[in-house]
């Protein structure tokens, strides 16, 4: 038996951290989205696995017949219910299985929050804290949390479920509960919850609670020195930003 995944789509909703990486690399409680798939695809015995990652890929399959077949709908988008009743339509055989478990359709930043605090929530460890890194005896972590290898936690306050990636530093600082730090990222006199931080990205001297954001890689906030007393901003195309 053979495996298709499918990880196609531009992730418009998702802009702009889909303009420089496929919305299926996002990370989720630290892990990139389709390695969710390729582990249940692998608990379940098979071995042999494809990965759908644009239509236009020239391949004969039934499945991208019906892609290259359809149109879109009302709202934009390719439908893969419209894709299943053009295989139906044309004699192929189409099966289902019903899930009785969770799923989210991970297509808005929302949605990604909250597919990050169910993984943070059900998958961590039950029993408490797992530090890999250091912890230092000013802190405090509480819940479930996971501090990876070579992360360091200074003087600060970790509320679980969390995930404080490799060689991050929070220091001075609060991360509150469903939270996922990338690798090295550095957060510093500052308060956090509810976020997704990619790998790399920095957070120091924050005056506000940062709450449900997404920051993709190599983000940086600061709190300006010197004046006048200003708020600066370099975003990319479609970035989101509310001030209070």
């Not at 789509?9 to 299926?24: C, Y």
């Not at 605090?117 to 509480?142: I, K, M, N, T, Y």
């Not at 501090?147 to 990636?165: D, T």
């Amino acid at each position: 038996m053979r495996a298709l995944i499918t990880a196609g789509g531009r992730g418009t909703r998702l802009r702009p951290l889909t303009h420089t990486s496929n919305k299926h690399l996002i990370p989720i409680a630290n892990k990139p989205m389709i390695h969710y798939a390729l582990e249940a695809v692998a608990a379940a015995g098979i071995q042999e696995v494809g990965i759908a990652i644009n239509p236009d890929t020239g391949d004969d399959t039934p499945i991208f017949e019906a892609v290259h077949a359809i149109r879109p709908s009302a709202r934009g988008e390719l439908e893969i219910s419209d894709a299943h009743q053009y295989l139906l339509e044309h004699g192929y055989q189409v099966g289902f299985s019903e899930i009785t478990g969770w799923w989210k359709d991970t297509g808005k930043p929302e949605d990604l929050l909250e597919a990050n605090r169910f993984a943070l929530d059900h998958l961590l460890d039950e029993v408490g804290p797992v530090v890999r890194g250091f912890v230092d005896a000013e802190s405090d972590v509480q819940g479930k949390v996971v501090v990876e290898a070579g992360a360091r936690v200074i003087a600060s306050h970790i509320r679980g479920p969390a995930i404080i990636g490799a060689d991050c530093v929070v220091e001075r600082s609060y991360v509150g509960p469903f939270t996922s730090l990338g690798p090295r990222c550095v957060i510093r006199d500052s308060e956090l919850e509810y976020s997704i931080l990619f790998e790399d990205t920095q957070i120091l001297d924050a005056d506000v609670r940062i709450e449900r954001s997404l920051l993709g890689r190599e983000v940086l906030i600061r709190r300006a020195a010197g004046r006048p007393k200003t708020q600066r901003f370099i975003l990319a195309d479609q970035s989101i930003i509310e001030l209070c």
